[in-house]
């Protein structure tokens, strides 16, 4: 019989990660956010809806972050991401929950994080295709929480000044800066992530903070392949492809 699932090796080996073989699996996306994060290393950081656990597993294998938590809803890929941890031998740097982060609203961790990080589903419900796979239809598609939810979620679960990272879609730019001021959040980092140069931004990447006074930052772009269809060296050097 057929193992549902696999290991595959990241980071020129220095990252093992468990991934079912049909059902949800990370994409570049995360990767892109697991590096964009410029919190400082001491600082307790919460993943809302982590998946199989690569944003923490990323963050504590190339950029050293000693304390990270992952929420995961769905019962399979909060057991993967558990089981990563542990074959990563991570366990004193991420602790994997498997419960739904929008209980954070009513009921706060007693203990806030500094930051919280999310790579969340860019779809309303009832737009676009809907996958037949539970789990991809979950991470596309506002099933489990809609935009509201999420931002409600990081602002309840991280402190009074704490900061929050996002990886979303142009298209629904305006409903999520208008959602983010509301919880008190002003940008302070901007970068937009276009498939190729002289294509549209596909992506952008933001860092918010809770009632900051500083001034947003531009960065220049990101660009995931050269027009020649290979990644860029940005893209090679955070895949550690070279």
Request: proline residues 6%; charged residues 30%.
């Amino acid at each position: 019989m057929k193992s549902d699932s696999a290991v595959t090796e990241f980071l020129n080996g220095r990252l093992k990660v468990l991934q079912g073989i049909r059902g949800y699996r990370f994409s570049v996306d995360a990767v892109l956010l697991a590096n964009f994060i410029d919190e400082p290393l001491d600082h307790r950081i919460i993943d809302l809806g982590t998946g199989c656990g690569i944003i923490p597993l990323i963050m504590a294998v190339e950029r050293r972050y000693k304390d990270i938590t992952g929420v995961e809803i769905q019962k399979q890929l909060a057991g993967y991401a558990a089981k990563n941890v542990s074959l990563n031998k991570l366990e004193t740097a991420i602790k994997i929950l498997r419960a739904d982060f929008r209980s954070f609203i009513t009921d706060p961790p007693r203990k806030l994080f500094d930051a919280a990080v999310a790579n969340p589903p860019y779809k309303k419900p009832g737009t676009g295709k809907v996958n037949p796979s539970k789990e991809k239809a979950i991470a596309r598609h506002e099933i489990k929480c809609s935009l509201q939810d999420l931002i409600r979620s990081a602002a309840a679960a991280t402190k009074k000044r704490g900061t929050l990272y996002l990886i979303y879609h142009p298209f629904r730019i305006d409903e999520l800066i208008s959602e983010l001021k509301k919880y008190e959040y002003h940008l302070e980092r901007f970068c937009s992530v276009h498939p190729r140069p002289c294509e549209p931004a596909s992506l952008f990447l933001l860092k918010t903070a809770k009632r900051s006074s500083r001034e947003t930052v531009i960065e220049p772009p990101v660009y995931i392949y050269e027009t020649t269809g290979e990644y860029t060296p940005y893209l090679r050097r955070i895949l550690a492809m070279d």
